[in-house]
């Protein structure tokens, strides 16, 4: 009795009712390792990774780009040495723990995009010992501070277009609208930031931008826009060499979803960049690992309250804080497909009312299964994860 779900596909899926996940057996996982517990699919990363030079390749980019894995997604060391190994990218950081951190894990500073935000006199040091790093100040303070340390060298600029997009047009998931944010260069202040780069002779090489997370094929028109709003930065800098477009690229989380179509959203990159003397570069988190993830958790019970019939588990929102924080969707997986079902909402051991993984999900009924699991956890769980509670405890795991 093999229902195929809509998130089913070759190394995701049931084979004869027993869930498998990167070729092996997810029960057999689960009783192997300590729950709770996060896999992920180190071939289901660059697959994804593939398809994206490879959409970009169709359309005129085999050359001229390049891709930074937004390590903020998942930082997992195995997972980043692993990366490394492939030569497939470099990596995208935020933070100078995060850049040391690459570091460690075998990237090069010429192979580190940093794009940070509210950098301390501390940070800044930080970085400018590391030779080679590329920087993109977001703000008047960070070019003035990393002129001050650096002058004469090369810098990115992050802009802000005062326009974004995300998935399902959620206004958490924009970096960037009618509202103002603490993110990029407004062209307001661009000619600024111009001069005071000039003053400290920064030569500026790159533009920068990044709108928002997890859109989808409904986003890509809004996309193109924010796309063509950015040229006019880059039309006032001669020296530009590349741009960075940021990431954002989603996965589908629910039935209703499609996955991005790469052909259209690479086609959309070259109707508004194509044929340009720039290296176009992405910064890709979720597309690259999050449906590469799965959240392996203990059931601890099964009760009805009232009318409704709850199942717990042994793993909280603290574990993997989208869902409750942006309203992100984590489909919960049953690691054996029975023909009975039942409509249940999981909930975790965090002692908030907001700790609920999905609400009102038919599953298979669970009285006799030990696990479950979530699907789309490989980005931006692990690695946002508190101690909430004292509930932080989680255990990492690379197939390869």
């Known amino acids: 009795m093999t229902n195929r779900g809509w998130w089913q596909r070759d190394d995701l899926g049931y084979q004869q009712d027993s869930l498998h996940f990167a070729d092996h057996c997810v029960s057999d996982l689960a009783r192997q390792l ?82 940070a935000t509210s950098l301390s006199r501390q940070d800044f040091e930080t970085l400018a010992g590391y030779e080679g790093l590329i920087i993109n100040c977001d703000s008047l303070h960070s070019i003035r501070s990393w002129g001050k340390l650096k002058p004469g060298s090369e810098i990115g600029i992050r802009i802000n277009p005062a326009m974004g997009t995300g998935r399902a047009d959620n206004e958490k998931l924009q970096y960037a609208g009618d509202q103002v ?112 993830g799965l959240l392996i958790l203990e059931k601890t019970f099964v009760e009805q309250k009232k009318d409704q019939w709850f199942v717990g588990v042994n793993g909280g929102f603290n574990l993997a804080p989208e869902p409750a924080h942006y309203g992100m969707p984590f489909l919960p997986v049953a690691l054996l497909n029975t023909p009975e079902t039942r409509r249940v909402s999981v909930v975790g051991n965090i002692n908030e009312a907001l700790d609920v993984w999905y609400a009102d999900i038919d599953l298979p009924c669970l009285e006799d299964q030990p696990y479950l699991a979530l699907i789309n956890a490989g980005a931006y769980s692990a690695s946002m994860a508190s101690n909430h509670c004292m509930r932080g405890a989680v255990n990492e795991f690379l197939i390869l």
């Open 34 to 115: 300590p729950s709770p517990c996060f896999i992920y699919s180190g071939k289901r990363v660059t697959d994804n990774l593939q398809r994206i030079k490879g959409a970009l390749a169709s359309h005129g980019f085999d050359q001229q780009h390049g891709l930074f894995y937004a390590m903020k997604a998942n930082r997992f060391a195995p997972l980043l040495t692993y990366l490394k190994t492939t030569g497939l990218c470099g990596i995208d950081a935020c933070a100078p723990n995060e850049l040391t951190h690459a570091v460690s894990c075998g990237f090069q500073p010429n192979e580190i995009s940093l794009t």
């Open 181 to 292: 944010t603490k993110f990029g260069i407004y062209r307001e202040q661009f000619a600024e930031a111009l001069a005071l780069a000039a003053s400290y002779r920064l030569t500026v090489t790159r533009i920068h931008l990044h709108t928002g997370c997890g859109y989808l094929n409904q986003q890509l028109q809004q996309w193109q826009k924010v796309l063509e709003q950015s040229l006019w930065f880059i039309e006032q800098v001669p020296s530009v060499k590349a741009v960075n477009i940021g990431g954002g690229l989603g996965v589908p989380h629910v039935a209703s979803d499609q996955p991005l179509n790469l052909d259209k959203w690479a086609k959309t990159l070259a109707k508004v960049m194509g044929g340009k003397p720039w290296r176009i570069e992405i910064e890709p988190g979720e597309y690259l690992a999050k449906d590469a």
